[in-house]
């Protein structure tokens, strides 16, 4: 299955192209997770129940549960079958018909059947995270017809990707949580079908993945040369000099380097310059997407886009970049950065079309050259830039009062940055100190990570950065972080409160598109009118991974194009791992 019916592989694959299909079992791979999904948390933990809002879950948990097919890497959206062995489609589009392999088993041997899908599939819509939730509005149910296939429905002009989102969902046993509840934040291990099940693990500090030994779908040819370690493990840090101390020690073997200070002066401890660590940079050619400050717009005080826009201004990118960040990023200035659906230059006529039953409600800026944020001379006497800012505050009504700038209605405007971890607070000094030059009273408020995961959710907070990207054929997930409707749902990805009947509409336009040059534009009117809302403070992006790794692993050649393939692809190679023993 693909969106657009483009599929690179045969019927009779044998294995996807960037894996090397005789990968030897066996060794440690151990790292600290580099991205989340739902509820897990980077830096902590205190739940195995990763599909839920309540707590906060381990990372990893998706690798202890089959799900129907799975993603190739090398293609934008494909998918193929793992529990399914094969799957009907209407001519309509509205009914998946799916046939389950026979082989297919939990880890405690029972059969995997279509009411153990089925249940799966409806109990996510009904009580899973809301982004799940969210994402399954166009999903209408699911039904067992036998023991081995089952039936999915779909609402007439559904979103174009939600097929491939259900099929991407995780299979629970029916059985398992027959005696207890779904929408439960538990520590208990749940009763997975995936290559791996949870082994030891310590709240808050570390969870480990054993390989299932006999694991039923490791043959199969969407997973042959994958799933190569015995173990998987994921450490937690809740400062990240201290994960990088981590690894200087060997307390684990890989590393994916995310702060430019560390990865310019810190490598030169003597297993690096000895060789038992290496360095490597990796292409990425997935769509970077949007990191910044979010503004939070469901609070008065940051209703006027002016204002908004003054905060953007306070903001110098090129000092920050050149003096903290050592000169290694590019400024973000799109959501689908990196990518051809980042909108450029004028308007052509098919996005004016887009567009065009908005002109009475929309910016003229719109329909003109996209906004860019403002490019200082990076000497950090960004006076052009806190000048125009000034100005764009006090045309939003806010005058200086007694040394403070104040709102409209006189009171004195003041910003909370919300944060979990220190390493971003050097980012924050020199924006602070630029915004009190306006007036504008500004602090950072670091918290704890279970307390920032719970205001997040609740959207308690003024600004807080985020960094968020999607898929080359994004689609129905494009509503968690944009549309009125995840506004106001607790949990969404809709961090700025973005409320507006043209991102909507838009939202709309790009889940319908049958053709990727659609799409694209769709996408592209869609970035114009974000961009025109002034919604966050753009950060920085490169379009690569810094990563670094004692040299005790294997991998092939090719590196697959959307995901880095790790640890997916890698294996332990212990003549690699002995040579580094005995170097050290």
């Known amino acids: 299955m693909s969106a657009f019916g483009d599929l690179a592989y045969p019927p009779d694959f044998q294995h996807f192209s960037y894996v090397d299909p005789n990968a030897p079992k066996g060794g440690l791979f151990s790292q600290i997770g580099p991205d989340r999904q739902f509820n897990q948390n980077f830096l902590t933990f205190n739940s195995l129940n990763s599909y839920i809002l309540k707590g906060d879950a381990a990372q990893g948990m998706e690798l202890t549960f089959a799900t129907l097919m799975v993603r190739s890497g090398d293609e934008p959206d494909a998918m ?6 094969k799957v009907r489609r209407s001519a309509d589009g509205l009914t998946y018909e799916f046939f389950l392999r026979p082989q297919a088993r939990f880890h405690d041997g029972t059969l995997m059947t279509a009411e153990d899908v089925a249940f799966s599939l409806n109990i996510l819509k009904e009580k899973g995270h809301p982004l799940i939730t969210q994402s399954l509005r166009d999903f209408t149910g699911a039904k067992a017809d036998s023991e081995r296939s089952l039936t999915a429905t779909f609402a007439p002009k559904r979103a174009r ?8 969902l995780p299979i629970f046993s029916r059985a398992y949580y027959a005696t207890k509840p779904f929408d ?8 997975g079908s995936g290559a791996y099940k949870v082994g030891r693990f310590e709240a808050g500090r570390y969870i480990e993945y054993e390989r299932v030994k006999n694991w039923w779908g490791a043959d199969l040819s969407v997973a042959r040369g994958q799933n190569n370690f015995d173990i998987v493990r994921f450490e937690f ?6 994960g990088f101390e981590g690894f200087t020690a060997q307390n684990y073997l ?17 297993a690096v310059k000895d060789r038992r660590v290496k360095r490597d ?13 979010f503004i939070n717009t469901r609070r008065p005080k940051f209703s006027d886009p002016k204002l908004r826009e003054a905060l953007i201004d306070a903001f110098d990118f090129e000092w920050t970049n050149k003096t903290i960040m050592y000169g290694a990023y590019e400024r973000t200035v799109s959501v689908f950065q990196n990518s051809d659906m980042m909108a450029k230059g004028l308007p052509g006529p098919e996005e004016v079309a887009l567009l065009a039953p908005f002109r009475d409600k929309l910016p003229a800026e719109v329909f003109g050259e996209p906004y860019l944020p403002p490019v200082s001379d990076g000497t950090g006497q960004n006076r052009e830039q806190l000048r125009k800012a000034s100005q764009l505050l006090a045309a939003a009504g806010c005058v200086i009062k007694d040394g403070k700038r104040t709102l409209p209605s006189g009171e004195p405007i003041t910003i909370e940055f919300l944060l979990d971890e220190q390493s971003f607070e050097p980012h924050h000094a020199p924006f602070v100190k630029n915004l009190a030059t306006l007036g504008i009273d500004a602090t950072v408020r670091l918290v704890d990570p279970v307390q920032y995961q719970t205001r997040r959710n609740g959207f308690d907070f003024d600004i807080t950065v985020d960094r968020f990207s999607f898929s080359a054929t994004p689609g129905d997930s494009l509503r968690s972080f944009f549309s009125s409707q995840a506004a106001a749902l607790k949990g969404s990805n809709n961090l700025a409160g973005i409320a507006d009947p043209a991102v909507d509409a838009l939202i709309d336009a790009i889940v319908a598109a049958d053709t990727r040059p659609a799409l694209t534009t769709a996408c592209r009117a869609l970035d114009r009118v974000v961009r025109t809302g002034r919604y966050w403070i753009p950060q920085w992006y490169k379009a690569s991974h810094w990563i670094a790794y004692w040299d005790v692993f294997g991998h092939p050649p090719a590196q697959p194009r959307y995901f880095r393939g790790i640890p997916d692809t890698w294996w332990y190679d212990p003549d690699k791992a002995a040579k580094t023993q005995r170097a050290g």
């Not at 193929?80 to 062995?85: D, I, N, P, V, W």
């Not at 890989?254 to 003597?270: G, H, K, M, Q, V």
């Open 80 to 85: 193929y079958g793992l529990a399914a062995e």
């Open 161 to 168: 990707d939600v097929p491939l989102l259900v099929v991407a």
């Open 184 to 191: 439960e934040s538990t520590l208990d291990v749940p009763l």
């Open 237 to 242: 840090y809740r400062d990240r000099d201290v």
């Open 254 to 270: 890989f590393r994916e380097e995310f702060t430019s200070r560390t990865w310019a002066t810190r490598y030169d401890f003597p």
């Open 281 to 293: 940079t990796l292409p990425d050619d997935t769509p970077s997407g949007a990191q910044g400050w």
